[in-house]
């Protein structure tokens, strides 16, 4: 029905930048919510950013100000650009989209596989 795939992961030295991509396919009448999340080693997984469909934008506390969440409609693709990376956010991060298919009028959520972002210090 509708598959993620994330693109972008990586090890990345402290203080660098790293985006990720994440890009929808399938049946897809609409796409509303696109959120980034991670799990950190031993860690629960945490909402990382989101943005809406009308691209009003959220981020966690321990992000806002280096990491910028993004959207191509067109594309039916949210990115996340990370600058100022620290080890701290060594973790899987994975994209989670809010999909309308073509066939139901219901909104469906969808994960992505995960891509590994390690920032060594």
Do not use: H
């Not at 991670?38 to 990491?67: C, N």
């Amino acid at each position: 029905q509708v598959q993620l795939v994330e693109f972008g992961g990586g090890l990345v030295q402290a203080g660098g930048s790293r985006r990720l991509s994440c890009v929808a396919s399938g049946n897809i009448r609409s796409i509303n919510a696109m959120d980034w999340y991670r799990r950190a080693p031993g860690k629960q997984r945490e909402l990382v950013a989101g943005i809406t469909s009308g691209a009003s934008t959220k981020y966690a506390d321990s992000v806002r100000g280096r990491f910028t969440i993004s959207r191509d409609n067109a594309k039916n693709t949210v990115y996340l650009q990370m600058n100022s990376l620290k080890p701290e956010d060594t973790a899987v991060y994975y994209c989670n989209v809010k999909v309308v298919l073509t066939t139901s009028r219901y909104e469906q959520d969808y994960w992505g596989q995960g891509t590994q972002v390690t920032v060594s210090s």
